[in-house]
Structure formats: structure tokens, C-alpha cells
């Protein structure tokens, strides 16, 4: 994104992470639990970036945008005074949970060590998706185990 600059980091709690079915394959979403929470990267975006972002992440059709107010860790790891709102690109409710391909997965695991947030919350998004047999045989053969 051409003006996109980050801004800190963040949870959302009451959220999991879920993969679901886009026409292209199987997307990273969240879905309210009480029980989880979803680390995520908080970006300060231009509208020029956002409308790019809308158009890339096939915002309205297969995903719409959340509102929240979050607490947001700078990059130093202070916590900021206020709270900031956030959007986070949610799929829609009514598609059906899938498997992610390798090559997306393998991005999300980069992302995932590059900003340090825990593996865990994508190897449980991967197990509520495809159920738990499966994700220990699709992490085993990614040498994830």
C-alpha cells in the first residue's frame, strides 16, 4: 500500500481465527469467541489505501469491514494512552470454513514469527476450521509439530 505506515500492534479479544472459502480458495477471518483473541498489525491507512485494500481483499462481496476500538502497543511495546479505532476485514458469516493452501499459510506463519505473535492462534484457527486430525496431519507434513 503506497502510504500505508504501521502504527503498533494489537489483540482482538472475543475473536478467533478461522479459514474460510473465497472463490479463490480458503481465506484467514474472524469470528466472535469469548474464549480467544487474534493478535494483529495496526496500519494508519490514506483513503487511496483503503479503497485499494477494499478492492484486494474483495471488500464488500466475500469480506466487510469491522469496526473496533482497541488498545494499540507502539512499536516500541507502549501501550498508547487511548484507545484507536481499528477496521479488521471480516469474511462474511455464511461462507464455509476450508483448508488454507500451503503457500498462504506459509505467509500468514511468516507474518505470524515477523511480528512475534503466538503460533498457536494459527494452528487453533487451522483446527476449528478443518477439525483437529486434520490440522495435525496438514502442520505435521509443514514440519509445524
Given amino acids: 500500500m503506497p502510504y500505508a505506515v504501521v502504527v503498533g500492534m494489537t489483540e482482538i479479544k472475543g475473536y478467533r481465527l478461522l479459514f474460510k472459502k473465497s472463490k479463490t480458495g480458503c481465506y484467514a477471518t474472524i469470528e466472535q469467541d469469548a474464549n480467544e483473541s487474534v493478535p494483529a498489525v495496526v496500519w494508519k491507512l490514506s483513503e487511496y489505501d483503503e479503497l485499494l485494500l477494499d478492492r484486494y481483499e474483495g471488500c464488500p462481496r466475500y469480506y466487510y469491514k469491522k469496526q473496533f476500538q482497541l488498545p494499540v502497543w507502539n512499536l516500541n511495546g ?41 503460533l498457536d492462534t494459527l494452528k487453533r484457527g487451522l483446527a476449528a476450521s478443518i477439525g483437529r486430525t486434520e490440522a495435525v496431519r496438514y502442520l505435521k507434513k509443514r514440519q509445524m509439530m
Fill in 78 to 118: 507502549n501501550r498508547m494512552k487511548k484507545a484507536k479505532p481499528c477496521i479488521a476485514y471480516v469474511m462474511h458469516e455464511d461462507r464455509r470454513l476450508g483448508c488454507p493452501d500451503a503457500e498462504y499459510f506459509e505467509l500468514l506463519r511468516g507474518g505470524y514469527s515477523d511480528w512475534e505473535f503466538p
